[in-house]
């Protein structure tokens, strides 16, 4: 790995700040979250997006959220193939081995990945077709929202409910996994769908009883 | 969905507090981030472990580092075989649409599943050899550091050795992405690796020309 | 204009230690700003001096932070009389066409203007009180100061009070402009101000609530 | 001021940053240079620009340059009529109180001000003619440029022309000024033009013999 340079200033020097700060003000809590292990209440899944951040959103402080992030936040059906599954690895991890007591889905406003699932289903995105398109290939997941909701008129507020949809299709994926099943039928979990606009800051949950998405 | 349930009191607390202070100090930044989207300069890879946060470390203010989280922050080999990849879908989306200049593959001390790719090819982890273990199948990328850091006799250095070899694995596999290798050719991308050991608050980066960790 | 000079030397030699290293480092990021164009996330109104640079203090990495700099970081009252108004025109840039989110003014310890204010308005400094002083003329902005602050029997403490007093009449005279007016108003700007002393390396910052300067 | 913030989390992190590294490391220094004084060898005059950082460029530690930042980087004409003038204040107190060695005029590439000053004069920016707009009056220093370039067909060509002119016109208004010539005459300071691109990061300087711009 010759090719792999040095941190660039600017992290290094943001480093240095979090060092002087919130590192100097809780050096005996991390030393004990590395001594003892971590023990997060929760996982969250949620967007690389960097405009959503939910240490920023749930206040995490370390230790608190065990957190995955890729884009759309999603999660594939259970597919137990041999094959590497990220996301369903970092969920067995927290559910089995960590015991989250709360999951998480977070969707978001403004989504690229949704945007790009919706152009490719439209016909408009005929690169994200390709099979070579790993973008296209992992938006599958959402494929079937968009002949759900291509009933909207207004394209935005087609987007939304496919954010939202893409919620609901990870929390339906998830109860595809035997051990998030019999964890929440244990009633050692719940899970939990929510969705954040990014320019008006509100976040609203999913409501089971009514299945709406409600304001907090 | 309907056993979808409503966010736990905690996290809506907490995001009360973010909106009545992070939020509102910079609802005019949220509003034009959500408007004219985002521009990170940085894509950051780390681990879904609730004990190190990117966000906190570098001081990740809203639409700077585009961040993609799981089991011990790993990168698969390039294998555009139609299937659902998440993290190849993340780096696609970070280097093609986003163009961010900086790739960062930040590992930690005491990680989960570099202990478990650890037990497993030790033998001392049969259940995580099964097909069905998603964990296990996952950690098979750092497989071959195993065998690389047998030598080492104390556990603890062996099992840092490997949690430094899950970054240069990623790092190697990332070159083997063609849209990855062509944007650093042409000079719009740098890779760059680090490791943050949580107790003690360091973060030693990859040297290239030296080939070792170096504190910053 | 032949009297122009080649650079210096030592220009040229720091040139090309920024182009090996900060440039080498962040080519493409670079080039993407120079392609897309800046997207400031804040204003900055300091001083020329030498000895207090915000782009080391706040860390600015580039494309960050639109700055301005004059004798002691003043602003001018509004005042659209068609004349040639620097500060006004940099405020109006920033505000109307960038739309900053964030306005700080940030003045600063053992500052020379402040200081010739100080004289002039003591009889000290007569050549300060001519018309063709533009360093006098610049500084009557600052002038109701040193009034308000002549009780403090302590010379540097009363300077020091000036300083500060510096940042809020800038501030107030920001509220003057219409545009800053309304940007607040319609909360997509705020204002803030500071006070750095060179020599410790503190900022304080007002605090509108309690109308003191407070330590960060 | 009751309206004043408190200074963004961004900042303070950032400030927390700087002084644990930079501040640290320069302690006795910055002491030094508030015990006994700036002694700066130049005078930088550049633009707002957040993608155009001096203090980057030609790696300004603390105490080198005294730095004057405006819109374009313009320096209007000798006009000592008593009111405010911020730059002529900034070049009167380096020159004369501070007594640089070398003032140098930076100018850029993708400069919005020069560009708003050429569709003002192209007739495409009606806004900016009016007597209110400040930017407007600030870019009528460099009015006379458009007229002399307008013989270059390519729109990019015809702008990069008249960023060089406001170095060219600036230093031009920088001889009006008397403290500036007799300083010249007496040798104790010269005076240098500069242009910087941005996306290349090269930096040509003016040659007054040859009447070019020229890559250093």
Same mark, same amino acid.
């Given at each position: 790995m010759q090719i792999a340079r040095p941190l660039p200033q600017y992290l290094i020097q943001r480093y240095h700040g979090w060092k002087a700060t919130t590192? +100097?003000?809780?050096? @005996?809590?991390y030393r004990r979250l590395a001594d003892e292990g971590q023990r997060p209440r929760a996982?969250?899944?949620?967007?690389?997006?960097?405009?959503?951040?939910?240490t920023s959103i749930f206040g995490a402080d370390e230790g608190e959220f065990f957190i995955h992030r890729n884009i759309a936040g999603l999660v594939p059906p259970y597919a137990p193939d041999g094959d590497y599954h &990220?996301?369903? +690895?970092?969920?067995?991890? /927290?559910?089995?081995?960590?015991?989250v007591a709360n999951l998480v889905v977070l969707g978001?406003?403004?989504?690229? &990945?949704?945007? &790009?699932?919706?152009?490719?289903? /439209?016909?408009?995105?005929?690169?994200?077709?390709?099979?070579?398109?790993?973008?296209?290939?992992?938006?599958?997941?959402l494929r079937p929202s968009y002949q759900r909701q291509s009933g909207i008129?207004?394209?935005? @507020?087609?987007?939304? +409910?496919?954010?939202?949809? @893409?919620?609901l299709v990870s929390l339906e994926n998830l109860?595809?996994?035997p051990f998030v099943k019999s964890a929440i039928e +244990?009633?050692?979990?719940?899970?939990? &769908? /929510?969705?954040?606009?990014?320019?008006?800051?509100?976040?609203?949950?999913?409501?089971?009883?009514?299945?709406?998405?409600v304001p907090v």
């Open positions: 590192h +100097a003000e809780n050096k @005996a809590w996982m969250i899944i949620s967007c690389c997006d960097s405009r959503i951040h939910v &990220g996301t369903s +690895a970092a969920v067995e991890y /927290a559910v089995t081995v960590l015991k978001h406003s403004k989504c690229g &990945g949704v945007k &790009g699932c919706h152009d490719m289903c /439209a016909g408009n995105a005929p690169q994200l077709e390709e099979k070579t398109s790993f973008i296209g290939r992992w938006m599958d997941i008129a207004d394209e935005e @507020a087609r987007l939304e +409910a496919m954010e939202k949809d @893409a919620v109860l595809s996994f +244990a009633e050692e979990l719940s899970l939990h &769908g /929510a969705w954040n606009d990014i320019g008006a800051g509100i976040v609203e949950y999913f409501d089971g009883e009514t299945g709406r998405f």
